[in-house]
Each structure stands twice: as structure tokens, then as C-alpha cells.
């Protein structure tokens, strides 16, 4: 160590020094405390021996100005003096002393004091070291929380425009959540919902659950099904996440034009629809396992399929809600989630519900994040947009300068593998076509499209649609003749061209089925009102300059305005 010898005599100071220097310590000299100040300032020593009666300044003095000068690092300081009564030892401790030697001075017990400072002094040192490195390591948790927090803000998005029909309250365990509340609108208009709930809680687990909101909003916005969106999402966490970690999710997909829901539910609590007057009219246990579990080839990614006669909300959480404990140790359960969404819609059901939770964990550790989600499903909404009244000349096929045409055409395999309507839009966005008609565009090509597939080639019934029972027997026979579906074809042509001052886009498909009575139908839709099937066709020739049917009707042929 570096020692500061402090006495005003010279005698002393060399008796010390030479013993110290023995002993393999650095020796740095002074004869009175204001020398002494002046040397601990430059010299930095390890180890004060301080002479108490001294000219100029007293040892005291010179302890006292030396604590004061360095209050974050401990040099310990053995007292010299005579008098080593009670009262000068409480008075050279409470002056910043840690011992005291009595004159003359004992070299042995000196070198066994100097011995014991010297492991207090390195043990302070090591204190000191972790006290850095644990205050360097909580500015770096510091930035990281902040990245992570700017992060989060800005990759779940607020869309206000969703706050009459979507109610969400999220509590985290820890600073982050693990859970995750969404909504995204597709082109279709239709309202996809995520809740999704990773493994653990706090900042892992809002890591984790990252890449998930992103997919869920760019494959929402480009049209994809939730069923698509479900496989991905479990690609991505399969691939992503460690072996032990996995993502609980309920995605929904609502249709407010044919009031219909998709509901894929894997590993989450019961999903529930309930009337305005109180009544559970539907309930979505978990039928898949949760995302980031299963291999691409054994996971299933079909929705149950529902239509609601009456208004109502569906109401979701995740397991943090009825595994949530009071103080006592009981959890707030499903059974209690249920019983308290028999109030009347209006009269704050959502609020109460999460009010009751939060009454319920008053004054108990939260254990795990909490997250609840209701969506608004109206009656029916008028989902024929307003559409401006275009050129009186709208010729059935009209001809023009062609600025680039676009043809896909698919096999029974590819119709039952690839989400076809999310290829094509994608390839339209390439083209920068304005987002406005970018959703008409999809509204037209979907309700074409899926006519043919639906009509053209499985032969489904649109009648069935008219009751809930039918329509969930539509759904089954529609999955049961797809997986079916061998020797058959689709064709779509997008053409752009430029005619009488205006660019039109021309979307056409066909498909390989027996066709029908067009005409017959057109008609009989026109006149029908109140029914479900058939209200695409009359949005879609609301929406376009024409619509014409060729042949035997598997031929259809639709023109866009885009100006």
C-alpha cells in the first residue's frame, strides 16, 4: 500500500517508515495536518497514520479536512497519540479515525493493524467496484427499458377511428406486458383483432411478442385471412423464439357487412359473444395449440365461423384475468368472468369487469399481466359505400391505350393452397395505385373472385347464409368440397388502360364451372332486400362503370374508374 506518515517528529516519521518499507509498502511523509491535506490531495495513499498533537494543524483538524475532501472512497486512518483515554479515542472517531495506537508505538501490532486495514480496505474496494459496475449495469437496463418503451409506443398503433367499437385495458406485471391488444382494418373493410400473450412477463416477453404485431398489421392491411395470418405468425414464432417460449393468441376477423366472425383461438381462455341484453350467445374455448408449438406441416389454421342475429360484443382475455389472485390466494376464475357479462350493454359492462379484477388483486402481488378486449358487432352496417356519379357513357367493354395487364391463372391445388386476393394486391401496390381505390379494387376482386370459387366451382347455395344454422353448414360444406377440389381452374386478368381522358382498371375472372343463369339472378338480387347473399354483386356495380356477365355466366367482366 501507499502509506501517509504524519508526524512532527522527524524520529518517528523514520522509525515508521523504514519498518513499513520492510514490509514492502510505498512510504509518502508529512509534519503537520495542513502538509498532510496536501499530500493526500496528490498522493492519493491507501492508508493514513496521523499523529494527533501537531503544529500548524492538528491531526484532528487535518482528519476531519481530509473526510470532507474525498466522501466517496474510504482511506482508513489510524490515530498517534499519548493519550489514549475514552475521550480522546470518542474525539478522533467522531473526527473520521477508524483506530488508534498508543505512543511509543508497538511495531507488531502495528503490522497486524495494517494487515486488517489493508483486507477492510480491499474489501471496501471491492464494494466500491460492484457498486460501479451495478450502477453502469442499471443505466444500460435504463436505455434498454427506454429503447424497448419507444419501441412499443411506436410499432402498436392507436387508431381512434376504432374507439367507438373496440375496448382494451392491458395491466403488466412488470414495467412491460407480454400481452398485446391490436385491431387493423383490411381492404375489405373488415376488423381483424389480436390478442396475443407470450410466455413470462416483462421485457422478454414484450420482446418476444414484437414480431407478431408487425406481421398482424402488414398482413392485415394486404388482405390476407386470418387464416393466413395465423400460420405465418406461427412460422415466425417457431422459427424466432427459444424452445421453451411460445405466444397464447386469439385473432377475429369481423364482417359488420354479413355480420359474420372468424375466430382461430390457440391457447387462450374462452373468446365470448354476448348480446346487448346480457346473453352469451356464443363461446371460442382454445381448439389449437398456442403459436410457436406446432411444426408448419402438423398446424391447423382454420377459424370457427359464427353470424350474429343480435348487437352485441365479443369479450376476450388473457389467462393473467382469471388466474389473477387476491391477497388471500384465490384466483378471480372464468366462472366469475362470466357471470358479470350479464349486465345490459350501456350500462359500462366492460368497465365494471375490469373494475371488478382490479378490486379483486387489491393488495396482492400481480403475478402476471392482465389484458381484456371488447369488440362492438352491431346489427348489419351499410356497407354500400356512397359512390359519386361517374360518366353517363360506360361502355360494357370498352377499348383504349393499354398501360399493362396482369393474368394469374390457377389449378385446384393452388386454389386451395395460396391466398390468391393478397398476391394480387400486392402486385397493385407495387404499381402505387391510390389507396382509396387500392380497397375498392379489393372489395370488386374479392367478391368476384371468391363468387367463382364459391358458386363457379363448389356450387354452394347462398341461401344457406339467411340463419346462423345455415350459415355455419355453408362454411362446412365449403371447407369439405375445397379439400375436395381437383379438375378446376380460375383465371384473373387486371388490365390498365387509358380511355376518353381516364385511367380504368379492368378486372375480369373466370372460371371453369358450369356457369348459371345470370340474368335470372341479377335480377332477382336487385329486387331482394334484406338478404345477405347477393349484396356483394350490388355493391360491386355500385362501385364500377360496369359489370358484365359472359357466356354461360362463369365469365365476368368488371371496370374501375380511377380517376
Known amino acids: 500500500m501507499k502509506v501517509l506518515v504524519v508526524d512532527d517528529a522527524p524520529d518517528n516519521i523514520f522509525v515508521l517508515g523504514q519498518h513499513l518499507k520492510g514490509q514492502g509498502h510505498e512510504i509518502v511523509t508529512a509534519q503537520n495536518g495542513e502538509q498532510a491535506i496536501a499530500a493526500y490531495r496528490t498522493e492519493n495513499p491507501d492508508l493514513v497514520i496521523m499523529d494527533v498533537m501537531m503544529p500548524v494543524m492538528d491531526g484532528y483538524e487535518a482528519t476531519a479536512a481530509i473526510r470532507r475532501i474525498d466522501t466517496a472512497h474510504w482511506v482508513p486512518i489510524v490515530f498517534l497519540s499519548a493519550h489514549t483515554d475514552d475521550a480522546e479515542r470518542t474525539k478522533g472517531l467522531e473526527a473520521g479515525g477508524d483506530d488508534y495506537l498508543a505512543k511509543p508505538v508497538n511495531l507488531t501490532i502495528l503490522s497486524n493493524k ?139 376477423s369481423i364482417d359488420y357487412a354479413n355480420r359474420t366472425v372468424r375466430v382461430w383461438n390457440g391457447g387462450s381462455p374462452e373468446a365470448v359473444f354476448v348480446t346487448d341484453g346480457g346473453v352469451v350467445q356464443r363461446i371460442w374455448k382454445s381448439t389449437h395449440p398456442a403459436l410457436g408449438i406446432l411444426p408448419a406441416a402438423e398446424f391447423d389454421s382454420n377459424p370457427q365461423v359464427y353470424r350474429w342475429d343480435e348487437p352485441g360484443e365479443i369479450i376476450l382475455c388473457s389467462d393473467g384475468l382469471p388466474e389473477a389472485e387476491d391477497s388471500a390466494g384465490i384466483p378471480f376464475s372464468m366462472t366469475r368472468f362470466l357471470s358479470l357479462l350479464s349486465r345490459p350493454y350501456g350500462t359500462g359492462r366492460f368497465k365494471v369487469l375490469a373494475d371488478a379484477v382490479q378490486s379483486h388483486i387489491h393488495g396482492a402481488q400481480q403475478r402476471d399481466d392482465i389484458s381484456l378486449l371488447a369488440v362492438r358487432c352491431a346489427g348489419a352496417l351499410d356497407w354500400l359505400p356512397m359512390v359519386e356519379a361517374m360518366s353517363a357513357a360506360h361502355p360494357d367493354k370498352p377499348s383504349g391505350h393499354s398501360r399493362w395487364r396482369f393474368s394469374l391463372s390457377l389449378s385446384a391445388a393452388e386454389i386451395k393452397r395460396l391466398d390468391t386476393l393478397p398476391l394480387i394486391m400486392n402486385w397493385l401496390d407495387q404499381l402505387q395505385i391510390n389507396p382509396q381505390h387500392r380497397g375498392q379494387a379489393f372489395l370488386i376482386l374479392g367478391e368476384l373472385f371468391n363468387n367463382a370459387l364459391d358458386h363457379g366451382l363448389l356450387g354452394l347455395d347462398s341461401q344457406l347464409k339467411q340463419d346462423p344454422d345455415g350459415f355455419e353448414q355453408y362454411i362446412e360444406q365449403r371447407e369439405a368440397r375445397l379439400s375436395q377440389l381437383t379438375d378446376a381452374t380460375i383465371e384473373v386478368d387486371l388490365e390498365l388502360f387509358f380511355l376518353t381522358g381516364s385511367d380504368l382498371l379492368r378486372l375480369r375472372v373466370r372460371d371453369s364451372g358450369p356457369g348459371f343463369d345470370h340474368a335470372a339472378i341479377i335480377k332477382k338480387r336487385e329486387a331482394a332486400t334484406g338478404q345477405l347473399s347477393g349484396r356483394g354483386i350490388m355493391l360491386v356495380k355500385q362501385l364500377c362503370l360496369s359489370l358484365v356477365y359472359s357466356g354461360k355466366g362463369n365469365d365476368v367482366t368488371a371496370v374501375y374508374g380511377l380517376d
Open 114 to 252: 495494517v494487515r486488517a486495514l489493508r483486507r477492510i480496505a480491499d474489501m471496501q474496494d471491492q464494494v466500491s467496484n460492484y457498486a460501479r459496475q451495478m450502477q453502469a449495469n442499471l443505466e444500460q437496463h435504463r436505455e434498454e427499458r427506454l429503447l424497448a418503451r419507444h419501441l412499443l409506443d411506436h410499432i402498436v398503433r392507436q387508431d381512434k377511428a376504432e374507439q367507438d367499437l373496440v375496448n382494451t385495458w392491458v395491466s403488466p406485471a412488470q414495467h412491460f406486458s407480454g400481452d398485446v391488444a391490436i385491431t387493423a382494418r383490411s381492404p375489405a373493410n373488415e376488423l381483424n383483432v389480436l390478442l396475443a400473450d407470450a410466455t413470462g412477463h416483462g421485457l422478454a416477453a414484450a420482446i418476444s411478442v414484437l414480431p407478431v404485431i408487425e406481421s398482424f398489421y402488414s398482413m392485415t392491411e394486404k388482405g390476407f385471412s386470418i387464416s393466413s395470418i395465423a400460420r405465418e405468425l406461427n412460422r415466425k414464432v417457431k422459427n424466432l423464439l427459444p424452445i421453451d417460449r411460445f405466444i397464447a393468441a386469439v385473432l377475429i
